[in-house]
Each structure stands twice: as structure tokens, then as C-alpha cells.
């Protein structure tokens, strides 16, 4: 049994060392990944440099963009027969990115008014519920005077007032 005994101890010190030995080996591992980790995050910190900042820079000082009053809209929209009839009447206002789109766009204002009366007038008044249906036709007057005024680009169709009656 002693000799039992001595071999157990004789195990356990070997395992000792070894253990140690793998958990240097890991901390090593742990340290060398840590290093090629923080190597690359760091040149790829410094290979952005300045040129993102100076792009950054010369696209923050941007133009605020200009607007094109439409004239005021009013049309009935579509109702079955024996209902009342409902009235839209809607101001909008047309956003471009520069001052010299405005004078492009005037000329045609009529052929967007009369886009835009043509297309209101197949409304129903559930086309206009929430704000969902609001989105709706502002995407689609915005995407009706695109056409109209190519090749210039109208960038949004503001609303300033639409009051159903």
C-alpha cells in the first residue's frame, strides 16, 4: 500500500507541473491574440485619417434646400351615390436641393396642378386615413411631379395644410 501511496504522489506532482505549464501556454496564447486583435483595430483606426474627416468636413457645410409653393388645391373626392360628398383641400410646397431648380419648375406648375387634381379627384376619403394613407399620397405626388417637371427633381412633396369635409 505504501508503494500505492507514493505512486499517487508521484502522479499528482507531474500533473502539477504540467498543468501549469498548460496554463502558461494559454495565458501566452490569450496575450499573443489580445496583441494581433489591438494591432489590426488600431491600423485600421489610422488608415482612415484625416481624408474621412476632411470629407466629413466639406459635406457638413451643405446648401439648405429651397421650396415651390403650389397653389392651393381643392377637389371632391369619390363618393357612392346617396353619401355626402366630402371636399379635399390640400397646400402643398415642393422641395428642391438648389435655388435654380425653382426657376426650371415654374414654368411647368400647371401641368403639376393638373396632375396633381386629376389624381385627387379619384380619392376616397378611406384613401386618406392615418397617417399611412398620408404617406401614401405624398409618395405618390411626389413621384406625379417627377414626371411632370424631368428632367428636373423635386426632392419632397410638403404638406402645409389638408382638411377633409
Known amino acids: ?15 502539477a507541473p504540467s498543468s501549469s505549464k498548460g496554463k502558461l501556454k494559454l495565458i501566452i496564447a490569450a496575450a499573443g491574440f489580445l496583441a494581433i486583435v489591438g ?5 485600421m483606426l489610422m ?7 476632411k470629407k466629413q468636413a466639406q459635406a ?6 429651397s421650396y415651390v409653393d403650389v397653389p392651393e388645391i381643392m377637389v ?7 353619401e355626402r360628398v366630402q371636399y379635399l383641400k390640400i397646400k402643398v410646397v415642393l422641395e428642391v436641393k438648389e435655388d435654380k431648380q425653382i426657376e426650371a419648375i415654374k414654368p411647368s406648375m400647371p401641368r403639376v396642378t393638373d396632375i396633381f ?24 405626388l411626389t413621384r406625379r411631379v417627377n414626371t411632370a417637371v424631368a428632367p ?14
Open 47 to 53: 488608415s482612415r485619417g484625416p481624408s474621412d474627416d
Open 1 to 15: 500500500m505504501a508503494d500505492n501511496e507514493q505512486e499517487g504522489a508521484a502522479a499528482d506532482a507531474a500533473e
Open 117 to 140: 387634381q386629376t389624381y385627387m379627384r379619384e380619392l376616397r376619403a378611406g384613401d386618406l386615413n392615418g397617417s399611412a394613407g398620408l404617406f401614401r399620397l405624398k409618395e405618390e
Open 39 to 43: 494591432g489590426v483595430g488600431g491600423w
Open 152 to 165: 428636373q427633381q423635386v426632392s419632397a412633396v410638403l404638406f402645409k395644410e389638408i382638411v377633409i369635409q
Open 76 to 82: 371632391n373626392l369619390v363618393s357612392l351615390p346617396g
Open 60 to 65: 457638413a457645410p451643405s446648401k439648405p434646400p
